[in-house]
């Protein structure tokens, strides 16, 4: 359904790799709903994705850039500005990598180069993208900023490893750049703390099936899918939420709050009469 929310708004968005990524869907609900933005990412990843199949899509332009490099980002706001005609009115942040993860090393034994690199593509880079913005004046009045999460932030799950520190970071970011962008400027900045959600990166992550299963099992509404995200991301980006600011929002069908569910149980249950 297109509403035209984001009508007449300009945004950047950070992270669509291909068509299973959040930020995908992002994209093209956004220009579904009426926004023009520019898309960016790593030049490694642009390589590796298919963004301009999405930009084509999207009648957008993808601008490269290394979201933990400071010159790249004041480039891309720089340019966004000019190739969009005026100030930023939303940034999605959808970017997470964890060297450890893909090197296999465990959370008690991790290589702390990686530790440092996964933190700062992660967690840090959303400061800096803000940073930038902020440095720049780049965003307008009653802007909105979104960083993508996961409940690991708060909970411990196996293998997720180091990337539940950076989540963390992230959140804590948000609720710190969040208290100045409003108070200054009154820019709002939130986390969405969504599903375990079959994209290329989040399945990356050894045992993300079962992830999802036990998630799927355990939340009421079951497990939130990439474009029911991005059509809550949409929400926050839209005038309907000029107040929220500051919170890290679960979209996770009700798993953040469950204990044990009727389904679980049966499961539990059954395998014990084996």
């Known amino acids: 359904m297109k509403n035209n929310l984001l009508k007449g708004k300009r945004g950047i968005i950070f992270g669509a790799l291909d068509d299973k990524s959040i930020a995908w869907k992002v994209a093209?609900?956004?220009?579904?709903?009426?926004?023009?933005?520019?898309?960016?990412?790593a030049p490694i990843a642009l390589?590796?994705?298919?963004?301009?199949?999405?930009a084509k899509e999207t009648n957008s332009k993808v601008i490269a850039a290394d979201a933990t490099n400071m010159d790249d980002l004041d480039n891309?706001?720089?340019?966004?500005?000019?190739?969009?005609?005026?100030?930023?009115?939303?940034v999605l942040h959808s970017i997470g990598m964890s060297v450890n993860v893909r090197?296999?090393?465990?959370?008690?034994?991790?290589?702390?180069?990686?530790?440092?690199k996964g933190m700062d593509v992660s967690a840090i880079s959303f400061h800096k993208v803000m940073q930038a913005a902020w440095n720049l004046d780049a965003m307008n009045e009653w802007g909105s900023i979104v960083g993508l999460s996961y409940i690991a932030a708060q909970r411990v799950f196996h293998t997720y490893n180091d990337m539940a520190d950076n989540k963390a970071v992230l959140e804590s970011i948000a609720r710190s750049f969040g208290y100045h962008y409003g108070v200054r400027r009154n820019v709002r900045v939130n986390t969405i703390?969504?599903?375990?959600?079959?994209?290329?990166?989040?399945s990356g992550v050894k045992g993300f099936d079962v992830f999802y299963r036990f998630s799927d099992d355990l939340a009421p509404l079951g497990n939130a899918s990439a474009d029911e995200c991005a059509s809550y991301t949409i929400t926050l980006f839209s005038d309907y939420t000029k107040k929220v600011?500051?919170?890290?929002?679960?979209?996770?069908?009700?798993f953040s709050f469950m204990g044990m569910s009727e389904e679980s149980m049966s499961n539990y249950l059954n395998s014990s009469k084996k």
């Not at 093209?28 to 898309?39: R, Y």
């Not at 000019?82 to 930023?88: A, D, R, S, W």
């Not at 703390?193 to 989040?202: E, I, K, M, W, Y």
């Open 28 to 41: 093209k609900q956004a220009h579904d709903e009426g926004a023009k933005f520019v898309l960016t990412n």
């Open 193 to 202: 703390s969504q599903s375990p959600t079959l994209t290329t990166a989040g």
């Open 245 to 254: 600011t500051m919170q890290n929002l679960f979209h996770d069908g009700g």
């Open 103 to 116: 090197k296999g090393r465990s959370y008690y034994d991790q290589n702390y180069d990686f530790t440092i």
């Open 47 to 54: 390589r590796m994705g298919s963004i301009d199949q999405l």
């Open 76 to 90: 891309l706001f720089k340019e966004s500005i000019k190739e969009l005609g005026g100030k930023i009115d939303f």
